[in-house]
C-alpha cells in the first residue's frame, strides 16, 4: 500500500489501482455525511479533483493520484456515508483506476513513511 500527502491510500493490483482515505483523514474529517463519486469510464489526470466528501465540519476533494481510467466506484459508501469512518482503509473506498503508468505509484510513500509524516 501507499500514501499520498493529501491522507489517500493506494492500493496497486497488476495496473488497477484502488484509492481511498485514511483513517487519519476521516478522523480529521469528522462525521462524514455525502459522497460523490466519479463516473465509470472518465478519463483522469494526476490531480483532477474526483471525489467530493462532505462532513459535519467541513467538504473536502480528493484528487487522482495518478493518471488513468475510473474503472469501478463504491456505490456503497453513497448510499452510506458513514462506512467512510467506520472502515476507512478497508470496505469504504471510493474509486478503482486503470493506471496508465504503474510507475506513477513510486513517487508515494510506504506506510512508515505516511506514518512519520503525521506523527
Not at 45 to 57: R, T
Amino acid at each position: 500500500m501507499k500514501y499520498t500527502e493529501d491522507h489517500e491510500w493506494l492500493l496497486a493490483d497488476g495496473d488497477i489501482v484502488t484509492v481511498g482515505i485514511t483513517d487519519h483523514a476521516q478522523e480529521l474529517l469528522g462525521d462524514i455525511v455525502f459522497v460523490e463519486l466519479p463516473e465509470v469510464g472518465t478519463q483522469v489526470s494526476k490531480g483532477d479533483e474526483v471525489v467530493v466528501i462532505e462532513s459535519v465540519k467541513a467538504a473536502s476533494d480528493i484528487s487522482a493520484p495518478l493518471d488513468g481510467e475510473i474503472v469501478e466506484v463504491n456505490d456503497a459508501i453513497v448510499d452510506a456515508p458513514a462506512k467512510v469512518n467506520d472502515d476507512a482503509e478497508g470496505e469504504a473506498w471510493f474509486f478503482k483506476v486503470k493506471v496508465d503508468d504503474v510507475g506513477q505509484l513510486d513517487q508515494y510513500m510506504d506506510e512508515d513513511s505516511y506514518k512519520d509524516m503525521i506523527g
